[in-house]
């Protein structure tokens, strides 16, 4: 039986620390224990140094990649050659070469990619009259999650050390898809003053410190990452991305990419 598991993950809406949690439990380990790289205080830790045990690391996908913003929190971490297993969520249109990237990311850090999953959750931009992904995951994806961790510990029980594992083989292309984001530079969430209550919900979530809450809500545009967060808990509403172009790429995504997706994973 695997002793520790730690989950890793970047998930400003939770839902990449949902799959990891039900990962975790197919892996039926005697002790989970959490690594939340969401917020801006996880970019100043002492580095996590990894021993002994299996690591779980999650991210979101945008435009096909690993999450910018997620990057340097993954780079807090130390594998020293721990085995681990690299996930990625992202909204039903496509997760391109993130997990790719993501496999090498952690090679570079010093873990050991054992398995890798690509799963599916509410894409950040969804409506209830802009589907993309609602409400997943669902019971289905967290029953395919939990399955993916006990082949996983099939695998694991199966190593008498780590050195007998071969890397695993993941899907994607080198170079990775180009992340130009100059047309999104100064695009972010806005707050409308009229239904704003200051209750102030928005601004401990952001993972990257944009929200100001004083007479009014302020937001650094050009750190915002639209990662919607602040929109999704907002209780009154107030939080919105409402742009032209965000709008337009959005309507394209829900239009276009309505079949559902299933997870994928590699082992």
Not at 77 to 91: F, Q
């Amino acid at each position: 039986m695997l002793k520790t598991v730690k989950i890793a993950y970047f998930s400003p809406t939770k839902t990449t620390m949902k799959i990891l949690e039900s990962i975790a439990e197919g892996l039926e380990a005697e002790t989970v224990q959490h690594i939340d790289l969401t917020l801006p205080e996880a970019g100043t830790s002492r580095p996590d140094e990894m021993q002994a045990e299996l690591v779980l690391l999650g991210v979101p996908v945008y435009e096909g990649r690993v999450a910018k913003a997620a990057i340097s929190r993954l780079q807090q971490l130390k594998g020293n050659k721990t085995p681990a297993v690299v996930v990625v969520l992202y909204g039903n249109r496509d997760f391109e070469d993130a997990l790719l990237e993501l496999g090498d990311l952690a090679w570079e850090l010093g873990f050991f990619p054992v398995a890798g999953g690509a799963f599916i959750g509410e894409h950040s931009f969804a409506t209830e009259t802009r589907p993309m992904a609602n409400g997943r995951p669902d019971m289905k994806d967290i029953t395919e999650a939990k399955a993916f961790g006990s082949r996983i510990r099939t695998k694991m029980e199966s190593l008498s050390s780590i050195d007998d594992a071969t890397r695993i083989a993941l899907p994607g292309n080198t170079p990775y898809i180009d992340r130009d984001r100059s047309a999104l530079a100064d695009k972010a969430a806005t707050t409308i003053a009229e239904t704003c209550t200051l209750c102030g919900t928005c601004a401990p979530l952001c993972p990257v410190g944009a929200i100001t809450i004083e007479e009014v809500v302020t937001t650094d545009d050009l750190a915002c990452i639209l990662c919607n967060a602040c929109v999704k808990s907002c209780p009154t509403g107030a939080r919105v991305v409402d742009d032209p172009m965000i709008n337009k790429i959005a309507n394209w995504v829900s239009k276009n990419y309505q079949a559902r997706r299933e997870p994928e994973t590699f082992i």
